[in-house]
């Protein structure tokens, strides 16, 4: 199975007794971030668990509990805030500033070095390298050994040190931005890192809000502005706020100092869709007492979009929801360099090996302690530190053949240090909104049961429009000429008469016109007053924009527009339409019962002031509404169809009320929300008593347009291996919707729709439902996934990886990165979250691999994201190109920097072995430091140029991405290879060297120097499996460079020996017999089991 074991529960589900009292597992944590972990089995722990690792995770715990003691977190609490009078908060609160670095002045160097030292490699050279200032161990120049590490390690540094400068100053110019305080004497200006807790705080137009605010009052004649969140949770839409009707009420400004209140607030949490919180007036008799909830707050990081707002600040710092949302950044490491770190240790122990080995053959005579160490420096060279060099720059030159790739424009790469990551993912989790969506809707189908128009017959809607608004026009009425329906008396009192296709298009339009919660907005256009008389304003219709919570609404009603009838106004408790005509139709609001996620719809009762006519309109989604609405055979049909579509539908419908009838709904309604007990489920039962026999008026369809090539980018993932998850705040029905039009579940499969589930037994049992299907896509939303993963979150994951697809649909943002972790640690295997807003960013960073979109919803993902792109479509490439190649070349070139220094041990071995196991190194000083850099680096590091497989075929058949997966690039098999390779190669050239070295040693170095520098340059030419010229220039480079420089080296060489024929001969006779049979072997290979790509590019 897997390394947890559950606490309470047998594996598997079917037999499992349940505990149905709920007391057995209440959680004592309301917020819904908290998850118990399942107990992990404790393994046993000796020595050898200690040698393992087991060393790291003491040191970790040590750090860590010195770490909790040095930093104790303060309990969050409830508080009591008095307007204006910050002094007297009986806490001292968190200080207002934002902070993202990774560390400050005197952590800053011991913190680099931890994270260079914690890797078994760097401290193996450090200890090396610290061993040569003791003279007795001392082998060769201190050069040799420190000037590499210095380098490796300077590297680092400066990287980083530009990394925390970049951050620091984002962080500065966010906590500078400056904002007006109001105080007893006036208004003061007041940095946004110095603002507490009680503060009043005035908040412009388009500025962001700089912490969490209870919204006193605006400028707004009716008391609500509209903010953006898209920061907070990535909805593009505005959301009304309403200020505090208290506060709202007083006359100026300046009374907020002359009035004592204050506002109690619950201890800050997580979840940004909730607050409870009550408003006290002291100085009135009776005290006032206004209850605060979520439409009176205004959260740190959103925007205001209209108006200038006050509000009291009730929590800075750390504790505002948009710091406790975000997760920090961690330090990610690839699964490439956790692999070749692994393979270190395992050089490490055989070079261990090997030093006892040759002092055990000596016979452990004289101090052969010291001697056991020299010959571990010596053989230092099978660890070679090049390694790290290499890599690093390797990984900078793939960053920027991304950025420079012409196919991806304006892709960035944030973390220069895990692009092979990129070809090894297995789980792919995106946002929706703005990822796959642009977020941008358009009205696609109107349904009236008997007719349906589509986009291109809307003229013939505007033509009916125009006709039925011009017959009222002309019929003569008594001083009031404002549009009734035509004849719509002679309707009621006679017999039911089957109704004209105009009049019921009029119907539909007026219907979808009126049943809304959009709002209209004008740009003022009188400098800087707000407070302009409603004659300034400027009513034409390029000025106005809509406003409302839901993208849908704002299409629907753009689209009423443009078949004639507009909204031009509105406010809390009326709406003004205009006809084509340019008449102002002017309804009063009654009541508004607005959308809820439990209701699918929303109503709306309104009077119309000509007529006096009282209709009851209301729309949802057709589960809701079938119903409602009276008997009809197209409905469910139609419906179906439109999802087929990908359009999202809503249901209109209406009903005609008396005086009486509403004078009746509305004494039960107010005393219905009087009540105390159960007060929602009276309220909604005295609206149900409404909703009934509605009469069906029509039925809409509205597109959310896909980015551009979502679906053939979702289809070649599907065919890498890739599997998708889909994580969005959005609405059950519209992330199914979008899942089916982006085809990322394919048409024939079926998607099982969890059920929301409240506890464990509900759970259970849908568990067990969906465990009987099979291959198909599941819909889930964030309250369900969060009681699945308390109970059984084993059995969930386990079910939920073997889905095709899987959509999470209401994920608060730290779910989204709770999914990610959940997969890392249940499957082992890569992640890759994919965003655009400020609600994905948790996701992204948690991820192994995070990538950002730059999208309508501004930079903060993509600021956070290791990679950032432009469009979901580059993703493709990205992956299956990039991906690829780093992961391929980084492997090539890892393992063959491991064989240059494998081969040299091999040679110093065989060199030691036959004089007698001294302890002396076979090449001294600069050749050692001339074979690991200028005389073989060029060639090696030419690898990151190699590719196997042209682009286009990697995007042609992204069934070549699933071998990646497997990491087979990479793994003991082939380093065991290499290891042969070595051992053979460095036997040939040094048994060559020894049995036809004449008369001087001398001449063993030269003539073994020589045929290693040729050996090393054609193994890179066997390696290689795409030529590129730089390659071909890197070789011959190497070669020139070693030739010229047998000149200087005459403490080495015997310069009079070089230039003979015996010289020549022997070094090519070593040389081919040790490459050529590798080439033989390689032309076998590929002849009788080509690897898949080759059958592919021949």
């Not at 986009?455 to 009425?477: F, W």
């Not at 205009?578 to 607005?594: A, C, E, R």
Request: hydrophobic share 40%.
């Amino acid at each position: 199975m897997s390394r947890y074991s559950l606490e309470d529960e047998p594996s598997n589900l079917d037999e499992m007794p349940l505990m149905m009292s709920e007391e057995g597992f209440e959680n004592d944590e309301s917020d819904y971030q908290t998850l118990p972990r399942a107990r992990v089995n404790h393994r046993q722990r000796g020595l050898g668990w200690f040698l393992l690792g087991g060393w790291k995770v003491l040191c970790g715990s040590c750090c860590d509990c010195l770490a909790h003691i040095c930093r104790r977190k303060k309990e969050l609490k409830a508080r009591t805030v008095w307007l204006g009078c910050p002094e007297k908060c009986e806490e001292k609160y968190p200080k207002n500033a934002i902070k993202n670095q990774k560390y400050n002045i005197f952590t800053f160097v011991p913190g680099v070095l931890y994270q260079q030292f914690k890797f078994f490699l760097n401290l193996y050279f450090l200890v090396v390298a610290c061993s040569q200032f003791v003279p007795s161990l001392k082998i060769g120049y201190l050069y040799t050994y420190w000037a590499p590490l210095g380098f490796v390690l300077a590297v680092t540094m400066v990287r980083e040190a530009v990394d925390e400068v970049r951050r620091y100053q984002r962080d500065k110019e966010m906590n500078s931005q400056l904002y007006s305080k109001l105080t007893v004497r006036g208004k003061v200006q007041v940095k946004s890192s110095d603002i507490q807790v009680g503060d009043l705080i005035i908040v412009d137009k388009n500025q962001r809000i700089p912490a969490d605010m209870i919204f006193l009052r605006t400028s707004e004649k009716n008391g609500a502005c509209f903010i953006r969140t898209d920061q907070l949770d990535g909805e593009t839409d505005w959301k009304l706020k309403v200020a505090v009707g208290c506060t709202q009420r007083l006359p100026a400004v300046g009374d907020l100092f002359s009035i004592t209140a204050y506002v109690y607030a619950q201890k800050p949490q997580l979840d940004i869709h909730s607050f409870e919180g009550n408003f006290t007036r002291e100085d009135t008799d009776p005290q006032i007492h206004e209850s605060l909830s979520i439409e009176n707050t205004l959260w740190a990081s959103t925007v205001v979009a209209s108006g200038t707002v006050i509000g009291v600040v009730i929590y800075t710092g750390k504790e505002t929801r948009s710091v406790l949302n975000t997760s920090y950044a961690k330090n990610k490491v690839g699964l490439l360099d956790l692999e070749l770190n692994r393979l270190t240790k395992a050089l490490f122990l055989a070079q261990v090996v090997l030093s006892i080995v040759m002092v055990a053959v000596q016979g452990f005579v004289g101090p052969w302690f010291r001697n056991l160490f020299r010959f571990v420096v010596l053989f230092s060279y099978i660890i070679p530190i090049s390694l790290r060099v290499n890599l690093d720059m390797g990984k900078s030159a793939y960053g920027w053949m991304i950025m420079k790739d012409e196919n991806i424009p304006g892709t960035v790469v944030r973390t220069s240090t895990i692009p092979e990551e990129l070809g090894r993912l297995v789980y792919l989790l995106t946002d929706k909104t703005g990822t796959l969506t642009q977020n941008e809707m358009v009205f696609k189908r109107l349904h009236l049961g008997t007719v349906s128009y589509g986009t291109d017959t809307m003229d013939e809607i505007q033509s009916h429009i125009i006709q039925s608004y011009a017959q009222v026009t002309s019929q003569p009425s008594n001083g009031s000429t404002s549009g009734a329906t035509p004849s719509r008396k002679t309707q009621t009192s006679g017999p039911k008469v089957r109704k004209s296709v105009s009049s019921r298009i009029h119907e539909a339009v007026k219907a979808i016109a009126l049943c809304h919660n959009v709002t209209p907005v004008y740009e003022s256009h009188v400098n800087g007053e707000t407070e302009s008389a409603e004659a300034d304003q400027d009513y034409s219709d390029d000025n106005r924009t809509y406003q409302a919570s839901s993208p849908d609404e704002v299409e629907l009603v753009r689209w009423t527009q443009s078949v004639g009838l507009t909204l031009v106004n509105r406010d809390l408790n009326s709406l003004q339409l205009k006809t084509p005509s340019g008449q102002i139709l002017s309804f009063h609001i009654l009541q508004i019962f607005p959308f809820t996620s439990e209701s699918k719809r929303m109503g709306i009762i309104v009077r119309e002031e000509s007529t006096g006519d009282i209709t009851f309109y209301m729309k949802g989604a057709d589960v809701a509404m079938a119903s409602i609405v009276q008997y009809n055979d197209w409905l469910e049909e139609e419906c179906g169809n439109m999802a087929r579509e990908g359009l999202r539908t809503l249901v209109v419908a209406k009903k005609c009320l008396s005086e009486e009838q509403y004078q009746d709904f509305e004494n039960r309604y107010n005393q219905a929300k009087l009540s105390i007990h159960d007060r929602a489920l009276k309220v909604a039962a005295v609206v149900e008593s409404l909703e009934r026999e509605m009469e069906l008026l029509c039925l809409t369809g509205v597109e959310d347009q896909l980015q551009a090539d979502v679906r053939p980018t979702l289809e070649l993932l599907r065919n890498a291996g890739i599997k998708i998850w889909m994580l969005t705040g959005d609405k059950l029905e519209t992330a199914t919707c979008i899942a089916k039009s982006s085809h990322l579940v394919s048409r024939s499969q079926d998607i099982h729709v969890f059920r929301p589930v409240s506890n464990r037994g509900e759970a259970h049992l849908e568990l067990n439902a969906f465990r009987r299907k099979h291959d198909c896509a599941l819909v889930i939303s964030g309250d369900s996934l969060e009681v699945c993963l308390r109970y059984y979150e084993h059995e969930f994951v386990e079910l939920a990886c073997q889905c095709p697809a899987v959509v999470c649909c209401r994920c608060s943002p730290t779910q989204k990165a709770q999914i990610v972790t959940l997969l890392q640690q249940h499957t082992a295997n890569r992640t890759c979250a994919i965003g655009d807003g400020g609600n994905d960013v948790s996701m992204i960073q948690a991820a192994d691999c995070g990538i950002g979109i730059e999208g309508k919803e501004g930079k903060q993902a993509s600021l956070a994201a290791d990679f950032s792109i432009t469009q979901f479509k580059h993703i493709g490439r990205l992956l299956m190109v990039h991906g690829r190649n780093s992961y391929k070349r980084s492997a090539a070139l890892g393992q063959f920097v491991m064989h240059r220094g494998m081969i040299i041990s091999t040679m110093q071995a065989v060199f030691s072995s036959v004089f007698y196991f001294a302890s002396v190194p076979l090449y001294q000083g600069f050749l050692m430091v001339g074979y690991a850099t200028i005389y073989t680096m060029f060639p090696v590091f030419s690898l990151v140029l190699d590719q196997d497989v042209k682009p286009e075929m990697a995007l042609l058949y992204p069934e070549l991405y699933k071998d990646l997966t497997k990491g087979r690039s990479l793994s003991f098999k082939t380093f065991l290879i290499w290891v042969l390779i070595s051992v053979y190669q460095g036997g040939i050239l040094m048994y060559g060297a020894l049995v036809l070295f004449e008369s001087e040693f001398v001449h063993v170095v030269a003539i073994s120097f020589t045929a290693l520098i040729l050996t090393e340059l054609l193994m890179v030419a066997l390696t290689i499996r795409t030529w590129h010229w730089l390659m071909v220039v890197a070789e011959f480079f190497s070669l020139g460079c070693y030739l010229a420089s047998l000149a200087f080296l005459n403490e080495y060489f015997d310069l009079s020996f070089i230039t003979t024929w015996p010289f020549l001969w022997k070094v090519s006779a070593i040389t081919l017999v040790s490459c050529l049979p590798l080439y033989i072997i390689k032309y076998l290979k590929r002849k009788f089991s080509p690897p898949s790509y080759s059958k592919l590019s021949s």
